[in-house]
């Protein structure tokens, strides 16, 4: 497979933003997140009655161009520029990052069934390092008619319900224009309302966040849990005393989590105690209510931990962790936070954390759950995504994901390159439906 890039743009709004809209502060959450762009590719199978001709192509992207640039309108923080030394952004419409590309010697169907071979071949498909600018966008045209959309966007200003308004609202606008859709997202209300309702000197102090793995150390697997494999899972782990059944996202958390303390035994000579994270988004758990559409990292962590106990050196049952993490997500659920408390109780969260990582003595397993985001209903007019993926992290972590049918999960793992060996052992791969894919 060949990807040749065609043409590169700048998308500005349509509509020059205002200069009094022209400097957007972060937040102290929105400053605290790692220095990455965060990756998403959409897949789109070929539309069989138009194929995948020039002109087709072509009206594609030029449709595709005027409703970014009419999108940006609402959303024009995203045409601005990141600046580092200030953590704000210039909203000067200087325009979102924008590359065509094709597609030679591969059809789409054919890229998708390559499941060893597809993950290597992924960041050809979401152009954009690092840079300032604060989107990073690439439709990769293939000669079938099926088209790739690769995100890059900048985490300094991007949540996943950030990035899905975005996505939808460019979708809604591309197949039916502007005047239908009712996305309207609002920035700044981090600093307006929930820091100027508290007072800046009771936030934490920020401790530095654990260094990032890198692109050189790590590696990253795609693991599938389809709908089968979560009901047996659901079965080892049932146990009468749950409050509820656990959810899938419960399930696979703790099994990716107990064979890492397999591989933190096997490295370390003894169990260690351990630590979940779970990010969490605290839009519905805010009183009183934010607007609908607030835009930006308004995200927590839920952290479940597991004791080791003395000389035990006994992995635990999967069960006890399945019930460890309905307890925490439970007792999650049911807290919620006053305005005035967001910023404060987000930080020390993120405190505990990093804390915890820098002493050594305790394991922290981050995950990040894009389940039930509605990426599968992003429809930009040729039908709805047929896959969804992530790229390679320079961090480790667990990011789960929908499957197409919605039953399953995809488990996106970016660990040392040392560990991972360790980690895909018989009680993981007994319960996967796919073979192993790696970048």
């Known amino acids: 497979m060949e990807v040749q890039i065609l043409c590169t743009k700048l998308i500005k709004p349509s509509v020059p933003t205002p200069p009094h809209l022209r400097t957007l502060k972060l937040s102290p959450v929105d400053q605290v997140q790692y220095p990455i ?45 990141y600046m580092k030394d200030g953590n704000w952004v210039d909203c000067n419409d ?15 169907s054919e890229f998708l069934s390559r499941r060893n071979e597809m993950i290597d071949q992924l960041s050809d498909l ?9 989107v ?45 859709h009712e996305i309207w997202p609002t920035f700044g209300l981090a600093n307006s309302i929930l820091l ?27 693991i599938v849990f389809d709908g089968a494999e979560i009901s047996a899972l659901r079965a080892i782990s049932h146990d009468p005393s749950f409050p509820r059944q656990p959810s899938r996202v419960e399930l696979v958390t703790a099994l990716i989590w107990r064979a890492r303390m397999r591989v933190s035994r096997a490295k370390h000579g003894r169990l260690r105690t351990s ?43 999967l069960k006890d962790l399945v019930g460890l993490l309905i307890y925490s997500f439970t007792k999650s659920k049911e807290t919620v936070l006053r305005r005035e408390d967001v910023f404060a109780s987000s930080l020390q969260k993120r405190n505990e954390l990093h804390e915890a990582a820098e002493k050594g003595e305790v394991d922290v397993y981050m995950f990040t759950s894009w389940c039930r985001f509605p990426f599968y209903q992003v429809d930009f007019g040729w039908g709805k995504p047929v896959r969804l993926s ?36 018989d009680d993981i791969l007994a319960f996967t439906s796919n073979p192993r894919s790696k970048i």
């Open 136 to 180: 990073s966008i690439q439709i990769s045209m293939f000669d079938c008619g099926g088209l790739v959309m690769g995100f890059r966007l900048c985490h300094y200003l991007f949540d996943a319900f950030s990035a899905i308004s975005f996505f939808t609202s460019w979708a809604t606008a591309n197949r039916q224009g502007m005047d239908d």
């Open 126 to 134: 979401a152009s954009g390092g690092f840079t300032s600018p604060v």
């Open 196 to 222: 100027g309702a508290a007072n800046d000197l009771r936030l934490p102090k920020m401790r530095p966040m654990p260094r990032l793995m890198g692109t050189d150390n790590g590696v990253t697997e795609r």
């Open 37 to 81: 762009k965060t990756a998403v590719v959409l897949y789109y199978s070929a539309d069989g009655s138009t194929g995948g001709t020039e002109e087709v192509e072509r009206q594609r992207i030029k449709r595709l161009e005027t409703s970014l640039s009419e999108t940006l309108t609402r959303f024009y923080p995203l045409a601005g520029r």
């Open 275 to 317: 630590e979940a994270a779970h990010t969490i988004n605290l839009r519905q758990r805010i009183v009183p209510p934010l607007p609908r559409w607030s835009f930006g990292n308004l995200q927590s962590r839920v952290t479940t931990t597991f004791v080791a106990a003395g000389d035990d050196d006994q992995l635990p049952e």
């Open 390 to 425: 992530r790229i390679h992290s320079a961090y480790e972590a667990a990011t789960l994901l929908d499957t197409e049918g919605g039953d399953g999960i995809e488990a996106w793992l970016s660990f040392n390159k040392k560990d991972m060996p360790l980690f895909l052992q």
């Open 94 to 108: 200087e325009g979102v990052e924008f590359f065509v590309a094709k597609v030679k010697g591969c059809r789409l």
